[in-house]
Nanobody
């Protein structure tokens, strides 16, 4: 069973930065795509950013220019560097691994943006 463990969430002031990490229990090359999603209270889960096995990235319009997704294949870890955080970025952030036919999810990490 694939395990994805997120870390790095917390409380940050507007304009601040955070880096989320997602450690996978298996090689990232097993997955066609890795990604970060988020879900705010009362809202649907939405895509934040994805990175393919070849390193191609994709971002939601709302985070372009502020967030950066990256991967370290030697550590089986995916990162989400978040900068210029806004209150509307507050949510539970979930790591996703897509194998081509199955989606795997982490347990989520809370990000709170407040002064």
């Amino acid at each position: 069973q694939v395990q994805l463990v997120e870390s790095g969430g917390g409380l940050v002031q507007p304009g601040g930065s955070l880096r989320l990490s997602c450690a996978a229990s298996e090689s990232l090359f097993r997955f066609r795509r890795m990604g970060w999603y988020r879900q705010a209270p009362g809202k649907q889960r939405e895509l934040v950013a994805t990175i393919s096995s070849s390193g191609i990235t994709n971002y939601a319009d709302s985070v372009k220019g502020r967030f950066t997704i990256s991967r370290d294949n030697t550590k089986n870890t995916v990162y989400l560097q978040m900068s210029s955080l806004k209150p509307e970025d507050a949510a539970v952030y979930y790591c996703n691994a897509y194998s081509g036919w199955v989606d795997y999810w982490g347990q989520g990490t809370q990000v709170t943006v407040s002064s």
